[in-house]
């Protein structure tokens, strides 16, 4: 006996997550399970994150709730158009920026919580002002 067609065939189980996620939430959309807006998406994130400080204790209960919290970060992105992929790897891109601005400094090891976040302030603002002189 076949196996009964499902909306979500075609989703290969091997690719990036974020990829899956959206492919998956979209798909699902295709049959009109999906939000009409991103503003009750944002407060399915909202309830995720709160469920997520709630099993902060339970390392197998947390790890549920922050995939739950990033699949519905992945659908806010697919909401808005924007490819989740993408944006987490510019935003990778800036903090690994910041981040050697920071080094250039010197140890970072020897410095203070507080100086470490005057460092990031710093290197935040001076690559805020790097990408508007690029526009």
Known sequence: ?????STLDGVPPGLPALQRATKLQAKAKQVGFDWQSVEPVLEKVEEELAELREDLDNRDRASEELGDLLFAVTNVARHLGIDSEQALGRSADRFERRFRAMEEHGPLSE???GELDQLW???KESGESEESTKQ
Not at 1 to 5: L, P, S, T, V
């Open 1 to 5: 006996e076949r196996a009964r067609a």
């Open 111 to 113: 410095l203070s919580l």
């Open 121 to 123: 302030e710093a290197a």
